[in-house]
């Protein structure tokens, strides 16, 4: 079945700096792949989407590529604030009304 | 502000007592979907609705767990004899449907379910 993968559980960073959240997946269909973030007692918000391969897609001063010969869409941004900090998860979708399959997630933690 | 509406956001109930959670999806949204969201915040799908219809659910939903959503009342997500193991956050979400609309979810803050 379709699976994705975080490898990060927690990444702590000094804001300003730039961060890469890793996302991989498996699927057999053509994918669309999304990041989520969920800050504390919050819903979850949908911050990136994509389907289409090699395209960089940005919001909110994020951004991601889907490539889908290495089955990756990591997430990015260049200079990290305090406000980013946040549970991020990367998902997958093959299609309509299927559900999303969701990573592990990965905290994101941005000090002073 | 999440414009899907889960009440109640919190909920105590002891081991085989029934727990009945709600959602209110954002106005217009046909699809619904009912995930799990354990203490390592990992998601589980449970179950999704296109309308008054199961689209797909797990094999967890069709034995302990019952949801429905009826027309023009919220749909209601109903475990019927909680286990310690239900612990947990249980997030709505709803979407436009559609391939256009694949995968945007628009979730509520969700119901913390918490089973002594």
């Known amino acids: 079945g379709d699976s994705v993968t975080q490898t990060e559980g927690l990444v702590t960073l000094t804001k300003g700096l730039p961060v890469m959240l890793n996302c991989t997946y498996q699927?057999?269909?053509?994918?669309?792949l999304f990041w989520y973030v969920q800050h504390l007692n919050e819903a979850p918000k949908l911050l990136l989407k994509?389907?289409?391969?090699?395209k960089r897609t940005e919001h909110q001063g994020f951004y991601a590529t889907l490539h889908k010969s290495s089955s990756s869409f990591h997430l990015q941004k260049s200079s990290v604030q305090l406000s980013d900090s946040a549970l991020y998860f990367c998902?997958?979708?093959?299609?309509?009304?299927?559900?999303?399959?969701f990573g592990a997630g990965t905290r994101l933690a941005v000090c002073p | 502000n999440s414009k899907v509406i889960q009440t109640p956001r919190y909920l105590v109930k002891g081991q085989g007592q029934k727990a009945k959670m709600r959602c209110i999806p954002e106005?217009?949204?046909?699809?619904v979907f009912w995930y799990q969201q354990n203490k390592n915040n990992e998601f589980k799908f449970l179950i999704n609705?296109?309308?008054?219809?199961?689209?797909?659910q797990i094999d967890m939903t069709e034995k302990r767990f019952s949801a429905e959503c009826p027309s023009n009342s919220p749909c209601s997500l109903e475990i019927q004899s909680s286990e310690a193991g239900d612990s947990a956050l249980y997030l709505c979400?709803?979407?436009?449907?559609?391939?256009?609309?694949?995968?945007?979810?628009?979730f509520g803050e969700g119901s913390k379910l918490t089973v002594l």
């Open positions: 979400a709803s979407s436009l449907g559609g391939r256009a609309n694949t995968g945007q979810l628009y």
């Open positions: 699927t057999t269909y053509s994918p669309f």
């Open positions: 994509s389907s289409t391969d090699n």
């Open positions: 998902a997958l979708s093959e299609g309509s009304f299927n559900k999303l399959t």
């Open positions: 106005k217009g949204h046909p699809v």
């Open positions: 609705f296109q309308n008054q219809e199961v689209l797909q």
